[in-house]
């Protein structure tokens, strides 16, 4: 293995800027220059080196599931393990192969909706869903690997796949013989019902769209370990990280098919979707930890999984953790509490806490490492595009009608001044404009395609009075040129993240000094409000690093999204020309074979968006990945948000603490138990 410093971004390798050209020709101005706050050096491997699947010569097992197999309460390991397992690799660990028992505790803001995922409800985030599902493949780690390997995502649920020549047919193999957590067997039947009764099921919220594998594509099981999917187009090895978590992880059709309204005539897609609400616990599920106890507003307790289908190379099941916490209080207390070492993980991603969370965990005796990554979280205004969806009165019609007016959006970017913005969420060399599209510490961000509007109050000023919206009433602000309303715009945003609301005062001062009233609106569910559609602007952090991840969030893939561009009860919506420009370059990420067109077409899509302000990006931060000194196996260099979130990218099955070091167990001896 050789050392290398891995800096992902050409803009980062340059810290320069470069000039973009508009479409007119004229100069734009150019982003100022970023210096990244990230100097980690690590180790990059094969895609191979990570985990293969083989049979071991024997298996070893948490020593008190021993105890249990002995008392006739579970089957031997080696009956419960696949005949292959996936096989975790030494050489890929920081602290090598680990100890059996103890606790890993997070501490996260989300609270779980349910464990029906299949249908779309969340777990709470921070970790919790990916806690309980497992995808057919996977990507969170991906950046460890070396890029000559970034070929597409790594295996899971799937050990291989293959084409056909042409690349119309992807044929998935699953691993044989997993098992739910139950004990029942994971198969093609999962898989069956994940497709046709979920994704492919008008009626249900599932996380893959229906055209997520692509317009059109069809998807046959061909036996017990393989199904096969065939697209309209050829296809390339993008298009099999759509089956990464959050959008490629089955459930278990023998406990959630019967209460499917497909299959159940009693049932109805709202009893279906609530089929496994988040007191009914433990549900099946194919992760590494089950939830075992959930008291409301406190904590989510998981026991590992005795049936978990993966193994180090001395044969040990994993994960090495007996138990896993999920603390349910807020973000900023995931940041408090891992700095204090109650909570063993957080991504910092509050800028606010920065300056004194990293005092603290300078100093010598801190109980928590941190590491600094590059610049990937960013926060930005969206605006409604719909012309009816939300629509209440004349008033909204003529905003929405604006929204779409290319020189309005960019007026407002002219309006707002980001650097100020950046400091009001922390003071110091953290934040850096956001124009929109990739953030800076993507791989796919191209500052050469990126079209900047900075501040520039006057052009502002100018622009919107050129629009015809000038203050006709004297009063201070502009009014609307068709209501003559004075121009006021509500601009929802969440209510428990400081961060937000700090972003949203700076936008609510900056646009009235232009003439703009904002009339700032806190929700508790911002997800909810923002898939009614029942808004003008949200503010939000929403970045995108990876284009073929979850891209329905950013790009009008299906017509469910992205939130700011809804589709009305009859499936219509004008999309803009520059919409319809990006779907094609997201096809030709997902169709091609060659890393530079894809490169060349993800920057299609930065020039698309920041030049037509897709967006009105606001500021962009580095985030720190916090872990208790005592957790092992916690690679350096895990980035907080890259392919995946950390959570998916630090492997949490092979972290592991020395016996000395390991926190009593609240439900020790314990496993799940189903009736
Ligand atoms: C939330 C948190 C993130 C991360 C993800 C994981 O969004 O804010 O830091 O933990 O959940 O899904």
Redesign the pocket.
Known sequence: MTRITRRLGLALLSGISGVALSTSGVLADPMPPEKSLSALEYELLGRDDLWTYKSLDAYNEAPFLTELVEAGKLPPVGERLPAEPLVHLTDAMSDGVGEYGGVFRHV???RPEGWNWLAGQHQG???I??AVQECFTRVGPLWQVKAEDQSGPLPNLAKSWDWNDDRTELTMHLVEGIRWSDGDPFDTEDVAFWWDDNVQDDNVASRMSKNGMGEGTTMEVLDDSSFKFTFKEPQGPSRIQSLAYIQGCPGPAHILKPQHPKHNADATYDSYRTAQTADMVPPVVLGPFVPVVHRPDEIVIMRRNPYYWKVDEAGNQLPYMNEMHFKLTS?SDRTTQAVAGTGDFS?M?NPGNYVEALKQSQAEDAPTKAQFGPRVLAWEIELNYSDTVGVEDEVDKELRGLFRDKDFRVALNHAIDRDAVGQSIARGPFSYPYPGGFSVGSPYYDVESTVYYPFDKAKAMEMLDALGITDTDGNGTRNLPGTGADIEIDLTYDNGEPTDKKQVDAVVSMLGDVGIRILPRAVDDLDALADSGNFNMIERRHHWLVPTRETCEYIPLSLGCPDWHPADADGNRDLFDFEVEMVDAVDLIQQTWDPAEAAAAASKIQKLWTENAYTIGLTQAPAALLINKRINNAHPGTP??MFE???DGVVRERLWAASDDQLDELLEGQVPEYE
């Open positions: 996260i803001g989300g985030w921070g970790g869903n990916m973000w991504n991603e907080v948000f979130w950390a959570e």
